[in-house]
């Protein structure tokens, strides 16, 4: 369950892990999907033989894993008493691990930083997705980590 704060009190959030998002399943048909949609069909991520014979299995791409967070941030985070969100970018993004095709992936979030800018707030937060096998265990590496931006205006 997300935790909820009103813009106002958004101060309290600062170095405070938020709840774990659910977990979102990485299948093979996801990883095409998305090697369709960017062009990027690189063997690792869609040529299931090869890549079973070679490396075990295909893997998501890391950009997929990346963009995934965006679905899985509104199980950490909802903020009342604003009028709109905007994703800001990143200051730095790290590809850590790996994403078999058929894992599962969450994330987990702490937000490091809170600025006053153009009439909202700017929230820096520091998200690591993890990665759950299909044998039930959690990843020692995580798949990402990074510090993602988002600007926030009162309503």
Not at 29 to 40: P, Q, R, S, W
Not at 61 to 68: A, E, R, V, W, Y
Not at 126 to 150: M, R, S, T, Y
């Amino acid at each position: 369950m997300a935790h909820a704060v009103d813009y106002k009190d958004l101060t309290t959030l600062i170095n405070l892990d938020l709840p774990p998002t659910k977990w979102l399943t990485v299948d093979q048909a996801l990883i095409d999907a998305f090697a369709d949609a960017t062009g990027d069909h690189q063997w690792i991520h869609v040529e299931v033989d090869r890549a079973k014979k070679e490396i075990g299995g295909t893997i998501a791409h890391g950009f997929l894993t990346l963009s995934l967070m965006s679905a899985m941030s509104q199980d950490t985070l909802q903020i009342k008493g604003i009028s709109r969100g905007i994703n800001y970018g990143f200051d730095k993004v790290r590809f850590t691990g790996v994403v078999p095709a058929g894992s599962k992936v969450r994330m987990r979030t702490t937000v490091t930083k809170i600025e006053d800018k153009n009439g909202g707030k700017l929230l820096t937060r520091n998200c690591i997705v993890e990665v759950q096998g299909a044998d039930g265990k959690i990843f020692d590496k995580p798949a990402v980590v990074a510090e993602w931006l988002g600007l926030v205006f009162p309503a």
